[in-house]
């Protein structure tokens, strides 16, 4: 995974298949609790792949201030180092 836009599409893919959707139905400025029904459970398998799937040490208090889809994005890009983004 090397650029925004594939890093991108892994997010919207992996919140879509733990939630069962498509990843066409999901918004960037829906919230992952309260919009889309994402549960603690939820989050940690999305932690979990985004963390195997991109090779980065994401940490689970910080992943816990999590509250969009756009939050997601934001936080899977200032944990990619610049060698994994290049």
């Known amino acids: 995974m090397t650029d ?3 890093r991108e599409a892994l ?12 990843p066409g139905d999901i918004s960037h400025d829906a919230r992952m609790r309260e ?3 994402m549960d603690s459970l939820g ?6 792949t985004l ?3 991109l090779n980065v040490d ?3 208090e910080q992943a816990m201030e999590i509250e969009t889809v756009a ?3 934001r936080f899977v890009e200032e944990h990619v180092t610049p060698s994994e983004s290049a």
């Open 35 to 37: 919009d889309l029904g």
């Open 11 to 22: 997010v919207l893919a992996s919140i879509a298949e733990i939630l069962e959707m498509e």
């Open 43 to 48: 989050s940690l398998e999305l932690l979990s």
């Open 51 to 53: 963390s195997r799937e």
């Open 58 to 60: 994401l940490e689970i």
């Open 71 to 73: 939050d997601t994005l």
């Open 4 to 6: 925004k836009s594939q």
